[in-house]
């Protein structure tokens, strides 16, 4: 059983550390799989904002930007303050600033 589980968990521990020394080195494909996956976070919370505003209020928006700020560099950050002022806009305008 041992084998098993080595042979699964060894390549994905291989993929995630290609990504996190390329992330590292600042590569354009590391900065993109940081953006990629920060920008899913945003997109959960923007969901979950859509459909129930007491629950993730428009406030929330700052923790995605929060960790674009110190793990992005320059124009992946402008790319993720751009898809939250759209994601806010359309949160507010749906529901109103309560």
């Known amino acids: 059983m041992p084998r ?3 042979r ?5 521990a291989d993929y995630v550390n290609t990504k996190v020394v390329r992330w590292r080195t600042g590569t354009t ?4 799989a940081v953006l990629v996956a920060i920008a ?3 997109t959960v919370m923007a969901v979950v904002s859509f459909f129930n505003y007491t629950r993730m209020p ?3 928006f ?3 930007l929060l960790l674009g700020i ?3 560099r320059f124009w992946p950050l402008m790319m993720l ?6 994601y806010g806009t359309i949160t507010v305008v749906a529901n109103g600033p309560v």
């Open 4 to 6: 098993t589980h080595n």
């Open 8 to 12: 699964v968990v060894q390549p994905v």
């Open 29 to 32: 494909e590391g900065q993109v």
């Open 40 to 42: 899913a976070l945003l």
């Open 58 to 60: 428009i406030s929330g």
């Open 62 to 64: 700052y923790v995605p």
């Open 70 to 72: 110190l793990l992005l």
């Open 81 to 86: 303050v751009a898809l939250t002022i759209i």
